[in-house]
């Protein structure tokens, strides 16, 4: 399994923290693997984290943007708002 992933997972369980809700946010922009896009994606949802929304629309606009995690995002998004 992914590091990354196994990373997301400790964090997630972690999210009560101000902090750590606050870096996952703003770690969403940052990855680059398709797989922990994903992963972020259904963690926002998870956490019903509103913040993200701004984040995930700022990834939505990279260039190169696996299909798969742009519709994921848009269904996030769509999710949160």
Do not use: F, W
Not at 10 to 19: G, T
Not at 42 to 61: G, N
């Amino acid at each position: 399994m992914n590091v990354r992933l196994i990373t997301l997972e400790a964090l997630i369980a972690l999210a009560e923290s101000p902090k750590v809700r606050e870096g996952l946010v703003l770690s969403l922009i940052k990855q680059e693997s398709p797989l922990v896009q994903v992963a972020q994606a259904d963690a926002m949802i998870q956490l019903q984290e509103k913040r993200s929304v701004k984040e995930l629309q700022q990834l939505l606009k990279k260039e190169g943007l696996n299909e798969m995690v742009k519709e994921k995002l848009e269904e996030t998004i769509t999710y949160l708002i």
